[in-house]
């Protein structure tokens, strides 16, 4: 079959693999109708995430039909259409019981891996490096699906791929954001980063009963479909200095919830910005979190940061004062995708959501290279690329 | 062990993987090169703080006088414990399950291969004996017979090897539920012991050199077995790495010869260092194994 393979900082090329096999009783094999990048996979491209090997499969947004199921799986069948979470999880431990699926005990094979990074494992990903699992991804022709008997959702007829596509990841990432914001009737959020993922947050704010949402970045086409499309009162951080202008907009006293929606790969021209960019060019510092002291500067008393983007090492500079004299709260993590499936496709199916509109490119998995190139570098206004085998 | 003998190592983690690792190196989480942990490394740092453990705790009393030592004979980790015999390691995990039922299966000794990666077989003998069959590095096998010498119902077991086996050896594992309804904690100790003083390198043979990682992976496969059904793997997917011989990126897959990294014990303890310095770490130097064949295990 065909794959997005990963062999280092800017290179992914499209290589025939051998198809995957049933390894393990729980798995299953699905064929791939629609699989996108995700800005995770730009922290992997642009060679932010340690434990990634040459020839690595990429991609952990996918969804497809099975054609093989392992003996361990007793509520699939072949030809059923599925969604595929990007985390892998066993659904019977301490952590899967309590619905924190993103924490899974039992998924990920190189746990010792990320005991020594984190004290303790978080689950397995799909295509998402070594310490998280090693495990091939569903940017491919075929897929391998440890767990499938837990780790699936069946899609009846009526939604079209695109529209369901994103409840496997940033769908439900965007949900959880705004769930732990615990938005409150006339409440104000902010949103660094209008992405996918901040344009998702801007709609689930919405349909959580926010105020007002407000979302900054600086690239003008987000900007203009948060502002148009999602409906957000928007912010350009190159025209403005976001923190004044953000106790403008809220009467002085902040944003009762800030989300960061960008993660580890901060831009900025701030002191502190530049900083990070010398810092982690040098390696000294593995992450650069301008956007996280922003928000933690930004956010009101006693508020809430909520963190959907992506951390893996060390910080630099953080501003813990400001957010412990302000008494913050923080919530933070991979999502707990299993969750929010079924409530989620049933937002879908009632037309509450339609997240499809941020799909701005429509790709083969031949254009893969191509694809990550026009990604990451926002070319043509791209917001979110969806790929077809 | 400390922060100050980190070295930066050139990690595998793909062309820009030192990143990371310089990153981290510096100061108090100078405890891996994540990109490219060797478990000989690993298992020999922790070793090493398992000795100052053991001694701080009292629990290294009896094995007071070890002096221990690593050394690197030809590029393979040994460690080699002059004039004395004993190696105790022990581990816990918590089970999503009720005792009576990981009792029942950790009883029926046969299941153990199951979840001990260096068990070939074990089978049943006359009355309380089992016959073991282990792997030896290299190929081969090393067997030996042992015994129940005690067993309470649901609570505990244990075994101990006897008179003749290459590596004297016994284990006891205990089940005590965990309070609302939180599963069971399973508690485990191996001892080893070998007679003339070369215990390091008759252990090799039984726990290929890291007798603390292996019992906290058998552990972790157990309770992989009872909580999942099943051992999470890899082995066998796909990946674009057939031609991985022709890339440059492919090079920090093996690897150079390199530092082993230092690595803080997380749990456990291996043997008593009378001064309590844990050297092993330090000087845990090794060639690190191929990153693709771990993350394979
Ligand atoms: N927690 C999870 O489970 C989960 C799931 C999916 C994605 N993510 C993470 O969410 C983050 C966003 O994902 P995405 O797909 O939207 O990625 P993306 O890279 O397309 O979007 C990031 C956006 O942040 C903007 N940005 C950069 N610097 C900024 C700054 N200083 N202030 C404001 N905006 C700034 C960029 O211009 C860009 O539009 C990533 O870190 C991704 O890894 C997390
Ligand atoms: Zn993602
Ligand atoms: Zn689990």
New binding site residues.
């Given amino acids: 079959m065909k794959a997005v393979c990963w062999y280092g900082k800017n290179d992914v090329r499209v290589e025939t693999v051998p198809d995957p096999q049933i390894i393990n009783p729980r798995d299953a094999v699905v064929k791939i109708s629609l699989t996108a990048i ?3 996979d ?2 992997l491209y642009d060679g932010y995430v340690p434990s990634m090997q040459p020839g690595d499969i990429l991609g952990h947004e996918f969804m497809g039909e099975v054609v093989d199921v392992g003996p361990g799986v007793d509520n699939l069948r072949r030809g059923d259409r599925i969604l595929v979470p ?1 985390n892998i999880s066993c659904g019977r431990c301490f952590f899967c019981r309590r619905e924190l699926w ?1 924490l899974c005990d039992n998924s990920n094979p190189n746990a010792w891996m990320a005991e020594k990074l984190y004290g303790y494992s978080p689950a397995g990903l799909f295509g998402y490096s070594h310490i998280l699992g090693g495990y091939a991804g569903g940017q491919a022709e075929y897929v391998r699906v440890p767990f499938a008997d837990v780790g699936h959702l069946k899609i009846p007829e009526g939604p079209t791929d695109e529209q369901v596509l994103f409840v496997t ?2 769908l439900p ?1 965007a949900y ?2 705004v769930e732990q914001c615990e938005i409150h009737p006339g409440d104000t959020v902010a949103i ?8 998702l947050i801007i709609k689930c704010a919405q349909l959580l009963g926010a105020e007002r949402v407000i979302a ?4 003008p086409e ?1 900007l203009r479909m948060a502002k148009e499309q999602a409906g957000a009162e928007v912010v350009d ?1 190159d025209r403005v200095h ?1 923190l004044e202008t953000l106790k403008e907009m809220t009467a002085g006293q902040g944003p009762d919830a800030c989300i960061d ?8 021209a701030s002191l502190d ?1 530049i900083y990070d960019r010398v810092k982690a060019a040098g390696f000294l510092a593995t992450d650069r979190p ?2 996280l002291r ?1 928000a933690i500067q930004a956010c009101r008393k006693g508020g809430i940061l909520s963190i ?3 951390y893996g090492g060390v910080l630099d500079k953080l501003n813990l004062g400001a957010a412990f004299n302000k008494a913050l709260t923080f919530k ?4 707990h995708v299993h969750k929010y499936l079924r409530p989620l496709l049933e937002r879908i199916e009632r037309g509450e959501i339609d997240p499809s509109f941020i799909i701005t490119h429509r790709l083969h998995l031949d254009d893969a290279p191509h694809a990550y190139e026009v ?1 990451k570098n ?1 070319q043509d206004g791209c ?2 690329v969806v790929m077809r085998p | 062990m400390d922060g100050s003998g980190a070295v930066v190592p050139r990690g595998a983690a793909g062309r820009d993987p030192g990143r990371w690792t310089a990153a981290l190196s510096g100061g108090a989480l100078a405890l891996y090169g994540v990109s490219r942990i060797s478990l000989n490394g690993m298992g020999l740092a922790v070793l090493g703080s398992g000795l100052a453990y053991g001694s701080t705790t009292g629990r290294g009393r009896r094995l007071r006088g070890l002096g221990a030592r690593v050394a690197r004979p030809a590029g393979k980790l040994v460690a080699r414990l002059p004039g004395k015999r004993r190696v105790m390691v022990r581990h816990s995990v918590a089970i999503n399950s009720s005792p009576e039922t990981l009792y029942r299966y950790w009883r029926d000794f046969t299941n153990l291969p199951r979840f001990m990666d260096h068990l070939v077989s074990v089978q049943p003998g006359e009355g309380n004996r089992w016959h073991w069959v282990d792997k030896a590095p290299g190929g081969g096998t090393v067997e030996w017979d042992a015994e129940i010498v005690k067993e309470e119902p649901n609570e505990l077991i244990a075994w101990r090897s006897l008179p003749g086996a290459d590596v004297a050896n016994s284990g006891i594992v205990r089940f005590k539920a965990l309070p609302a309804g939180r599963g069971t904690e399973v508690h485990v100790t191996l001892e080893y012991d070998a007679p003339g003083g070369q215990l390091g390198a008759a252990l090799a043979k039984l726990t290929g050199d890291e007798p603390q990682q292996q019992v906290t992976e058998d552990l972790r496969h157990f309770k992989q077995i009872m909580e999942a059904g099943e051992i999470p793997t890899t082995k066998g997917q796909s990946a674009g790495r057939r031609d991985v011989g022709l890339h440059k990126v492919a090079e920090p897959l093996v690897g150079d010869a390199g530092p082993g990294v230092d690595m803080p014990a997380s749990h456990g303890e291996s043997t008593g260092s009378p001064d309590g310095s844990a050297t092993a770490g330090a000087q845990a130097a090794t060639a690190p194994r191929d990153v693709a064949r771990e993350a394979q295990r």
Avoid: Y
Wanted: proline share 4%.
């Fill in positions: 995700c800005g995770s730009r922290h990007f993103s990841d940033i990432t959880q954001a660094w980063g209008c992405g996918p993922v901040g344009q900054i970045d600086n690239v987000r951080f976001v929606a960008v993660g580890l790969e901060a831009h900025g910005a301008h956007v922003e959907p983007g992506v933070m993590g991979q999502t990604f926002r917001v979110k």
